[in-house]
């Protein structure tokens, strides 16, 4: 079992940064993936960024330029720093991982941005 827990969610005007952290309660240098997905108002969750072993990233091409993963395993945490933000961007963002072959999910932090 492995527990992630995101934070840094919030409201933000269109333009501004946020980050979101999301702490899992294993050590993570060693999974096959994380990432981050989100899920606007009255849609499906569709991914954001995900990062693999050797640091591997891809981004949705909605945040290309934009939107950054990162992880730090000394802390087990990674990260989604959200640069330019824009209305569309509201949703919730859910942190996800795989150690192996399970996925497992958090429970999600709101991000608002105002026009």
């Known amino acids: 079992q492995v527990q992630l827990v995101e934070s840094g969610g919030g409201l933000v005007q269109a333009g501004g940064s946020l980050r979101l952290s999301c702490a899992a309660s294993?050590?993570?240098?060693?999974?096959?993936?994380m990432g981050w997905f989100r899920q606007p108002p009255g849609k499906q969750r569709e991914l954001v960024a995900i990062i693999r072993s050797r640091d591997i990233t891809n981004y949705a091409d909605s945040v290309q330029g934009r939107f950054v993963i990162s992880r730090d395993n000394a802390k087990n945490t990674v990260y989604l720093q959200m640069n330019a933000l824009k209305p569309e961007d509201t949703a919730v963002y859910y942190c996800y991982a795989v150690p192996t072959a399970l996925a497992y999910w958090g429970q999600g932090t709101q991000v608002t941005v105002s026009s």
């Open positions: 294993t050590t993570i240098f060693d999974f096959k993936a």
